[in-house]
Nanobody
């Protein structure tokens, strides 16, 4: 059974870069046909897909966040990382990593989520 665990700072200052890592156990991030995503939920809002990195390393980004988002992976550590730059308080959210079979629409397995607050 795959398990995902988010890690990173809980507080980021405005204009800085938010960096979160998802550590995966029970399955390889290079296994064919699995996609690894970042999703967030801001206070009072629904879930927002941010981006995905696929088993081959291909990346897919939400158009609304593409200019500020980067997702990359470390296959030796079985981890993938989200970077979101130029953050504002509107980026305050619970951030989740997830695994699915289709980028941006399928998220069958989730991490527990991590709260990130953007504040000076």
């Amino acid at each position: 059974q795959v398990e995902l665990q988010e890690s990173g700072p809980g507080l980021v200052k405005p204009s800085q870069t938010l960096s979160l890592t998802c550590s995966v156990s029970g399955g390889s991030i290079t296994t064919n046909y699995y996609y690894w995503s970042w999703i967030r939920q801001s206070p009072g809002k629904g879930l927002e897909w941010m981006g995905t990195i696929g088993y081959s390393g291909s990346t897919y980004y939400s158009p609304s966040l593409k200019s500020r988002t980067s997702i990359f992976r470390d296959t030796s550590k079985n981890q993938f990382t989200l970077e979101l730059n130029s953050v504002t308080p509107e980026d305050t959210a619970v951030y989740y990593c997830a695994r699915g079979r289709d980028p941006s629409v399928d998220f069958g397995s989730w991490g527990q989520g991590t709260q990130v607050t953007v504040s000076s």
